[in-house]
């Protein structure tokens, strides 16, 4: 027996606090009866669960990529306001029950995982597992030594101090290309790093997730993961 909202987040119904809300919103059926507690629990192989009316199973050969994010893409599946989104550039109606795992900035580039497995989108969001981001930003202006320290410590944000990032300057002077790492998966985090120690980020492209580079996959394009990819991701951040 497991609880509905781990049954509907390994079936790729959405995260395990997207299925508690699913459940909540009355859309989730259990043998043909809407299921509104969140204690609830079923039998993977004989109940049958649904949503919105619709059968959905337990996938157990899970189905995860990195996508290398072009700019102006909203990362959601879908966007109410019309706007082109991630969902746009990802295999979807072979795999229904992809999602994005964390988020990147319509403009900001690079990795971005998707996987069917609610489980391992949670754990690797999870802010305790400390997975490790390296990002490419190009700085509009100047960037002082002052302020490369102030990022190496830790700077202020309106939702607290941030932990001290890796902050390397790949290209000096005007308009400088700069390297940081950072663990922590704050809404627009670096831009908001950055613009406390009075910088704007012109352009922001995400290299590396955890033990994962783009390496040359190129703009727009995706591939999956190996076996051995997904297994080392997962134990460096469990
Ligand atoms: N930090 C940001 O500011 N934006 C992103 O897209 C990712 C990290």
């Given at each position: 027996?497991?609880?509905?909202?781990?049954?509907?987040?390994?079936?790729?119904?959405?995260?395990?606090?997207?299925?508690?809300?699913?459940?909540?919103?009355?859309?989730?059926?259990?043998?043909g009866?809407?299921?509104?507690?969140?204690?609830?629990?079923?039998?993977e192989?004989s109940?049958?669960?649904?949503l919105?009316?619709?059968?959905?199973?337990?996938?157990?050969?899970?189905?995860t990529?990195?996508l290398?994010?072009?700019?102006?893409?909203v990362?959601?599946?879908?966007?109410?306001?019309?706007?082109?989104?991630?969902?746009?550039?990802?295999?979807?109606?072979?795999?229904p029950?992809?999602?994005?795992?964390?988020?990147?900035?319509?403009?900001?580039?690079?990795?971005?995982?998707?996987?069917?497995?609610?489980?391992?989108?949670?754990?690797?969001?999870?802010?305790?597992?400390?997975?490790?981001?390296?990002?490419?930003?190009?700085?509009?202006?100047n960037?002082?030594?002052?302020?490369?320290?102030?990022?190496?410590?830790?700077?202020?944000?309106?939702?607290?101090?941030t932990a001290?990032?890796?902050?390397?300057?790949?290209?000096?002077?005007?308009?400088p290309?700069?390297?940081?790492?950072i663990?922590?998966?704050?809404k627009?985090?670096?831009?908001?790093?950055?613009?406390a120690?009075?910088?704007?980020?012109?352009?922001?492209?995400?290299?590396?997730?955890?033990?994962?580079?783009?390496?040359?996959?190129?703009?727009?394009?995706?591939?999956?993961?190996?076996?051995?990819?997904?297994?080392?991701?997962?134990?460096?951040?469990?």
């Amino acid at each position: 027996m497991m609880r509905l909202s781990r049954y509907l987040a390994r079936a790729g119904a959405s995260s395990r606090r997207g299925s508690e809300r699913l459940i909540l919103d009355g859309r989730v059926s259990v043998n043909g009866q809407v299921v509104r507690e969140l204690g609830t629990k079923v039998d993977e192989d004989s109940d049958c669960v649904s949503l919105d009316g619709k059968q959905i199973f337990i996938d157990n050969s899970a189905f995860t990529i990195m996508l290398n994010k072009p700019a102006g893409y909203v990362t959601t599946m879908h966007d109410p306001q019309g706007r082109p989104t991630v969902a746009e550039l990802v295999p979807i109606s072979a795999h229904p029950a992809l999602f994005p795992v964390g988020r990147l900035d319509f403009n900001t580039t690079g990795l971005l995982l998707f996987t069917t497995d609610g489980d391992m989108g949670n754990a690797l969001l999870h802010p305790s597992r400390n997975v490790e981001k390296t990002y490419i930003a190009r700085i509009s202006g100047n960037l002082s030594d002052a302020g490369v320290s102030l990022l190496r410590e830790g700077v202020l944000l309106d939702d607290g101090m941030t932990a001290p990032a890796k902050v390397e300057v790949l290209q000096a002077g005007k308009n400088p290309l700069v390297s940081i790492s950072i663990h922590e998966g704050r809404k627009r985090q670096v831009r908001r790093m950055f613009s406390a120690i009075g910088c704007h980020v012109e352009e922001l492209h995400r290299l590396s997730f955890g033990s994962l580079c783009l390496d040359d996959l190129q703009e727009g394009c995706w591939r999956e993961l190996t076996d051995a990819e997904v297994h080392t991701l997962l134990n460096n951040a469990r």
